[in-house]
T-cell receptor, first 110, second 115 residues
Framework: GESVGLHLPTLSVQEGDNSIINCAYSNSASDYFIWYKQESGKGPQFIIDIRSNMDKRQGQRVTVLLNKTVKHLSLQIAATQPGDSAVYFCAVVPRNKFYFGSGTKLNVKP | DTAVSQTPKYLVTQMGNDKSIKCEQNLGHDTMYWYKQDSKKFLKIMFSYNNKELIINETVPNRFSPKSPDKAHLNLHINSLELGDSAVYFC??????????????FGAGSRLTVL
């Protein structure tokens, strides 16, 4: 099986600051990792992914870091905006089976 | 066009009733899923079908019965509803392939409230 945990259930940041959301996983066989964003009343939406042969991947304003040694994954959001307010999930995908973390709620203060 | 659509969006019903939630995807994906999200936002896999064939069946009461008439549809029927069934149910689909990331695409969710 797989357990996925988050370090903080709620994160409040000031608009314009950078946000970091963390995720820990337990299965070292996990080879694929995804971050999802869920806005209120909607389904989770794909943000960015990373494979286990990488340790960093960048998108538009988002960066995912993977530390396989300590089984830790983080999502960095640069210049956080009000539209970034949502619940963020990490998903660990060993052998095409998806395991989701419990989610971190990001509050962006104007 | 909505990629993964599920109906109804809201469902309020009495304990003991039977209800269904329907899901359709127009992405051409081979695999479809049902997830349950509780009040603490935890997402738990319930079922997965690949080309109409059941491939994942987590520990779910047998009151829940998925049905996949074709690979674009996966419906969820729930018998004898209980208070603890109240949750948001998400349908999702994915398409893994050589050199292609297996990413879940979710529907907007169906909020079930059992009174």
């Amino acid at each position: 099986g797989e357990s996925v945990g988050l370090h903080l259930p709620t994160l409040s940041v000031q608009e314009g600051d950078n946000s970091i959301i963390n995720c820990a996983y337990s299965n070292s066989a996990s080879d694929y990792f995804i971050w999802y964003k869920q806005e209120s009343g909607k389904g989770p939406q794909f943000i960015i992914d990373i494979r286990s042969n990488m340790d960093k991947r960048q998108g538009q304003r988002v960066t995912v870091l993977l530390n396989k040694t300590v089984k830790h994954l983080s999502l960095q959001i640069a210049a956080t905006q009000p539209g970034d307010s949502a619940v963020y999930f990490c998903a660990v995908v060993p052998r095409n089976k998806f395991y989701f973390g419990s989610g971190t709620k990001l509050n962006v203060k104007p | 066009d909505t990629a993964v659509s599920q109906t109804p969006k809201y469902l309020v019903t009495q304990m003991g009733n039977d209800k269904s939630i329907k899901c359709e995807q127009n992405l051409g994906h081979d695999t479809m899923y049902w997830y349950k999200q509780d009040s603490k936002k935890f997402l738990k896999i319930m079922f997965s079908y690949n080309n109409k064939e059941l491939i994942i069946n987590e520990t779910v009461p047998n009151r829940f019965s998925p049905k996949s008439p074709d690979k674009a549809h996966l419906n969820l029927h729930i018998n004898s509803l209980e208070l603890g069934d109240s949750a948001v149910y998400f349908c999702a689909s994915s398409q893994a392939g050589e050199g292609r990331a297996n990413v879940l695409t979710f529907g907007a969710g169906s909020r079930l409230t059992v009174l």
